[in-house]
């Protein structure tokens, strides 16, 4: 696995940077340049900068997985679906923006339906495939027997321990960060019922990717923004897939045993290489743009792969930037219409959202907001890894 490991992330990286000295003049030569909005105007110079370069990091991603992950494996496969499904939806999005000068891009509700589509997937195959099992822990009684200088017991005391079970089982339980053995079963909703504990499955899955897609997606504002924040998301992502899959530090950490998720090792290395490739030619200043191709799928990603190792309530706090993005967004427009429906005239609480475009309009240089931005998803993501412990 470790060999798979290293293999995945230095050929993902090695091709990301390759394929992209010649997909960006490709991208030059073909006018697929991004259109700048008129109110961000600062960015007026970056107008004609090459979109669509979320096809290197979706390429750069499937060729490794292809080589070195398990196929038969039901986690990679689902994982393969998502990458192709969301990029896919991303690339129609920014084809049409950029090819047929259509400034809207894919309709929303399209873009909805597509991320429906794979929460429901996903949903599916986790509630209904026999390949996704835990193993449940137990508890189990000890005897600890206390015995004097000659070796006669002198006090036995009989205590219950927390153990991997023997038996895997199909459950839609998941992980509840900072609590003491922390499964939580979405059955507990529905009394066991099997059809309504699966529609609340799907439904959590649907509002789990939608989220996180849509959350990349308006991050996705400054040169390097995007891929700077989510490669330390995919390390932590890969260290709890790994842990998760692996029986001994699963027993040892107290947390699920998942036979088979340690695969997704595989692909989380070459996710995180092809990041920081894409990173080589998108950091500031930027010679392309991910595009949608590259923003939705990079959140569906991570929430498809948090789903896999049932980590997804773990989420808020992991994708934590992802997060204040959106709500910064939420806040502001409400706010807006709020105050346009009381007072007669709309009024603003950041300068502009998202939010890392309030902090350029304070006068903070690109490349600042972006590094601190970054240094923030470090500083959660470790956060995040600390659940393991504190609890």
């Not at 105007?41 to 398990?70: D, N, Q, Y």
Request: net charge positive; hydrophobic share 50%.
């Amino acid at each position: 696995m470790t060999i798979k490991l290293i293999t995945s992330f230095v050929l993902a990286f090695l091709f990301a940077t390759a394929f992209g000295k010649y997909y960006i003049p490709w991208l030059r030569a073909q006018k697929a340049g991004q259109e700048i909005k008129g109110q961000v105007e600062w960015h007026k110079s970056k107008s004609g900068t090459p979109t669509m370069g979320g096809v290197m990091i979706l390429l750069a991603v499937l060729v490794p997985v292809l080589l070195f992950g398990r196929l038969d494996n039901i986690y990679i496969q689902l994982m393969i679906v998502s990458t192709v499904w969301l990029g896919l939806l991303g690339f129609l999005d920014d084809y049409i923006k950029v090819f047929r000068h259509n400034k809207e891009g894919l309709k929303g509700k399209f873009k909805i339906v597509g991320q429906v589509g794979i929460g429901i997937i996903v949903g599916t195959v986790m509630c209904a495939s026999p390949e996704v099992v835990v193993r449940d822990k137990v508890v189990e009684p000890v005897q600890q027997l206390f015995v004097d200088d000659d070796g006669e017991v002198i006090e036995s005391v009989t205590t219950n321990r927390v153990v991997m079970g023997t038996e895997s089982v199909k459950t839609t339980q998941t992980t509840i960060p900072f609590v003491k053995n922390n499964e939580f079963d979405y059955a507990w909703f529905t009394g066991g019922n099997r059809v309504a504990t699966w529609i609340l499955y799907v439904l959590v899955a649907i509002f789990v990717v939608t989220a996180v897609s849509n959350g990349a997606n308006l991050t996705d504002g400054l040169d390097g923004l995007v891929s700077g924040v989510s490669a330390p998301i995919v390390v932590v992502l890969a260290i709890l897939a790994y842990l998760s899959g692996h029986i001994v530090y699963a027993d040892y950490l107290n947390i699920m045993y998942i036979p088979g998720s340690g695969e997704l090792v595989v692909f989380a290395a070459a996710f995180a290489g092809a990041l920081i490739g894409f990173l080589w030619y998108n950091s500031f200043p930027a010679q392309t743009f991910m595009g949608d191709t590259g923003s939705l799928a990079i959140g569906g990603i991570i929430a498809v792969f948090a789903l896999c190792i049932r980590k997804e309530l773990l989420l808020p706090i992991l994708c934590g930037v992802f997060f204040v993005e959106s709500l910064s967004v939420m806040i502001q427009v409400s706010y807006f219409k709020y105050t346009k429906r009381r007072y007669g005239e709309g009024r603003r609480i950041f300068l502009m959202s998202p939010i890392h475009h309030h902090y350029q309009k304070k006068g903070i240089f690109e490349t600042k907001i972006v590094i601190r931005f970054w240094i923030v998803s470090m500083l959660l993501s470790l956060a995040a890894l600390a659940t393991l412990k504190i609890r």
